[in-house]
Every structure is written in structure tokens, then in C-alpha cells.
């Protein structure tokens, strides 16, 4: 293969896994080689309750370390079902505000959890008509919404994550693609289901994870085939975001947790399988 990279892919990652201060977000990821930096949460604080004042202080430090935000990574949809739409919506307003202020494009979102004895079938179409309002908000707002794959929530496995794009068919709607966490539903992620759900795959959660266990692994350590589906995003002309999400540490209320050497370690595992695929991360 020649060492002349024809993919370029813009790198991006968690910031909060890092660290909670976001000079220490934004420095580790600028030494790790990313231009980008997904906004989970700023000091302690998740983005669903960032104030403006805290969200015009976020961007001035972004601004002046010269990170642009690849993505909210909002709390949507990582609720019960039964609560009304309207819960959600009001959220979701919030956090386009936010997403406004870091001049973001993107909106990670989930599609609701289920009370135990109901199965997912029960709660189908209540998960529709509240993503479909989501993504009516979405739309009129001029942002997209990214569902990303999450075990427990209704869009777990391939076939129900293509249900709710074909359902809701919004083009404010579309994939975070996450392999580790189809793998801690016992799924082959490109295997059983990348063919299915690459016409809507437009943001790229780096992670993965190994089958036996659940254990969340640097990538290309676990069960993920994150080597194939590299390749097949290369080989289909792929050019969205990159977003490391490593997990590598034991998780906080805020999510997943790594810290600044964890972090980079995943960093350079997924580097290393870019770079073997002939990708080059900026």
C-alpha cells in the first residue's frame, strides 16, 4: 500500500473524559493531534445544564486554543419512555441553545429506555413519535441529531436503529456509529451491521469493546472489527468525524471516564489502525 494517506478524517473526542477543566481538555487533545473537541460536559456540569454565561466562557477557551466543537454530546433520550415528549423537547431547546453558542452542527441524542417486563416492541411507537418530534425541532432549528447505538435504549441493534431512520425519515436525523457499544449487545458491528446503516452513518464514536466481558478495550483490541469497518468507511468515501470515546477508566456520573494517559493510549490505538487503513486524522 502506498504510505500516501486518500482519506483524511477530522479527529475529535470527548473532552470530559479527560478531565473536567476544559484547558485540560483542550490541551491534551491539541498534543494528541485533534482540531476538534465533543462537548459532553464542562467543569462538573452536563451541557443540558450549562448556563450562558459558562457556554460563552467554554467557547472563549475553545476559541483561544483554536478547538472547534464537532458535537454536543447531549443526555436525550437517556430516559424513560414514559415520560411525556414534551420533556425531552424542552431539553432538547436548551441544548440546541448551547450547541448555537459553540457554533456546533451536531446533537448527539439516544432513543429512550424502557421500565422492566416491557419489551421493546411495547414502546416502539412512543420511541417514534418522540424522536420524530425531536427531529422536527432539529430540523426547524438547523441542527442534526445524531442517534448514537447505546445497550438498554430501544435503538440497540442494528435492525431497530435502521427501523427508527426509516420511521422518522428526517434528514435532521442521523447515526453516531459506535461498535463497541453493538458488541455489549452481542453484535457483530460491520458484520451484521454496518451494510444496513451506512446510508445514514455520518459521525464515528471511536471505541471498542470485547465480546466475553463487555470490557471497553483500546481500538483494535476487542471484538469491534473497528479494522473492516476503517476500511469499508475509507473504501465508501467517508469524511465525518472521528470521535475517540475511550471508556478506559471506570465510569462517573457524567458517563464514560478515561483520563489524560488513558486517553492518549486509545489516541494511538486508533492512530495506528487509521494509519494501517491509510487515513490520515487531523
Known amino acids: 500500500m502506498s504510505n500516501t494517506p486518500t482519506a483524511v478524517w477530522p479527529l475529535s473526542g470527548f473532552g470530559d473524559e479527560i478531565d473536567p477543566d476544559p484547558a485540560v481538555q483542550a490541551a491534551v487533545l491539541l498534543a494528541l493531534g485533534a482540531r476538534h473537541i465533543e462537548v459532553r460536559s464542562a467543569?462538573?456540569?452536563?451541557?443540558?445544564?450549562?448556563?450562558?454565561?459558562?457556554?460563552?466562557?467554554?467557547?472563549?477557551?475553545?476559541?483561544?486554543?483554536?478547538?472547534?466543537?464537532?458535537?454536543?454530546?447531549?443526555?436525550?433520550?437517556?430516559?424513560?419512555v414514559s415520560l411525556p415528549v414534551e420533556h425531552e423537547l424542552e431539553r432538547l431547546r436548551r441544548i440546541i441553545s448551547v450547541a448555537k453558542g459553540l457554533e456546533?452542527?451536531?446533537?448527539?441524542?439516544?432513543?429512550?429506555?424502557?421500565?422492566?417486563?416491557?419489551?421493546?416492541?411495547?414502546?416502539?411507537?412512543?420511541?417514534?413519535?418522540?424522536?420524530?418530534?425531536?427531529?422536527?425541532?432539529?430540523?426547524?432549528?438547523?441542527?442534526?441529531l445524531l442517534h448514537e447505538n447505546e445497550?438498554?435504549?430501544?435503538?440497540?441493534?442494528?435492525?431497530?436503529?435502521?427501523?427508527?431512520m426509516t420511521t422518522v425519515d428526517s434528514p435532521a436525523l442521523r447515526i453516531a456509529w459506535d461498535n463497541a457499544?453493538?458488541?455489549?449487545?452481542?453484535?457483530?458491528?460491520?458484520?451484521?451491521?454496518?451494510?444496513?446503516?451506512?446510508?445514514?452513518?455520518?459521525?464515528?464514536?471511536?471505541?471498542?469493546?470485547?465480546?466475553?466481558?463487555?470490557?471497553?478495550?483500546?481500538?483494535?483490541e476487542g471484538d469491534g472489527e473497528l479494522d473492516a469497518t476503517i476500511a469499508a468507511l475509507k473504501a465508501d468515501g467517508f469524511s465525518g468525524f472521528a470521535s475517540l470515546e475511550p471508556h478506559l477508566a471506570s465510569a462517573h456520573e457524567l458517563g464514560g471516564f478515561s483520563g489524560p494517559a488513558a486517553f492518549g493510549t486509545a489516541a494511538r490505538a486508533f492512530a495506528a489502525l487509521a494509519a494501517k487503513n491509510g487515513v490520515e486524522l487531523y
Open 151 to 164: 445497550k438498554g435504549i430501544f435503538g440497540d441493534t442494528p435492525e431497530r436503529v435502521l427501523d427508527i
Open 181 to 220: 457499544n453493538f458488541v455489549q449487545v452481542g453484535v457483530k458491528p460491520f458484520t451484521e451491521g454496518y451494510a444496513m446503516l451506512r446510508p445514514y452513518l455520518e459521525y464515528f464514536q471511536v471505541k471498542d469493546a470485547v465480546a466475553a466481558t463487555g470490557e471497553v478495550v483500546p481500538a483494535g
Open 43 to 80: 467543569w462538573g456540569t452536563n451541557v443540558s445544564e450549562l448556563e450562558p454565561e459558562q457556554v460563552a466562557r467554554l467557547r472563549g477557551i475553545l476559541d483561544e486554543k483554536g478547538l472547534r466543537v464537532s458535537a454536543v454530546a447531549s443526555p436525550i433520550g437517556k430516559v424513560d
Open 104 to 144: 456546533a452542527g451536531y446533537i448527539r441524542i439516544f432513543s429512550f429506555f424502557r421500565a422492566d417486563g416491557r419489551s421493546a416492541e411495547d414502546i416502539r411507537d412512543d420511541v417514534m413519535v418522540r424522536l420524530g418530534a425531536l427531529a422536527a425541532l432539529a430540523e426547524k432549528s438547523g441542527v442534526v
